[in-house]
């Protein structure tokens, strides 16, 4: 009977001790899976919601040129006076006194004459561009909130489970 006892004793520290490995195991995966989502998958999500603004406000500065060129047309004006932002939204007056060409930054630092039929036809161009860019970036970010959801939901089955 005493060895059957310390043969009992034997056994339970065994699954005492595979009991604790399985919990070591089961916290190293929480944690992978936790610096998972919070130093990637919601790093890399906020990234690419942070670029793809930036893209919807180039987006809007070519729907505001498309707009002038427009009115600049539609209004026949072949001069005019203007505020121009000179930064930190310090203005001053500007007078253009020839409309037939402006100024299109096209990127890089790099700007470009051109009529205003071809500012209006650069700004469609580029807005085209621009939402086929936005568009990538909305299915990346789609993307990655399904794997956040995934690795959410891993966790939460682990610490329930």
Not at 55 to 77: D, F, H, P, S, T
Not at 83 to 109: H, Q, R
Not at 127 to 146: F, I, P
Request: glycine share 6%.
């Amino acid at each position: 009977a005493l060895m059957a006892a310390h043969g009992g004793h034997r056994a339970a520290a065994a699954g005492q001790s595979a009991s604790r490995d399985e919990q070591e195991r089961r916290a190293k995966k929480t944690l992978h899976y936790e610096t998972l989502l919070n130093e990637r998958l919601k790093v890399d999500l906020q990234r690419v919601l942070d670029e793809r603004d930036r893209l919807y406000e180039r987006i809007a500065n070519c729907l505001e040129l498309r707009n002038n060129m427009k009115m600049l047309q539609e209004q026949e004006l072949t001069s005019l006076k203007t505020m121009v932002n000179l930064g930190c939204d310090f203005y001053a007056k500007a007078i253009i006194p020839d409309t037939s060409w402006v100024y299109v930054d096209v990127g890089l630092g790099f700007r470009v004459q051109m009529t205003l039929q071809e500012a209006v036809k650069f700004s469609v161009q580029r807005e085209e561009w621009l939402n086929k860019q936005a568009g990538h970036l909305t299915e990346r970010a789609v993307d990655l909130k399904a794997r956040i959801k995934l690795v959410v939901g891993a966790l939460d089955e682990m610490l329930g489970g």
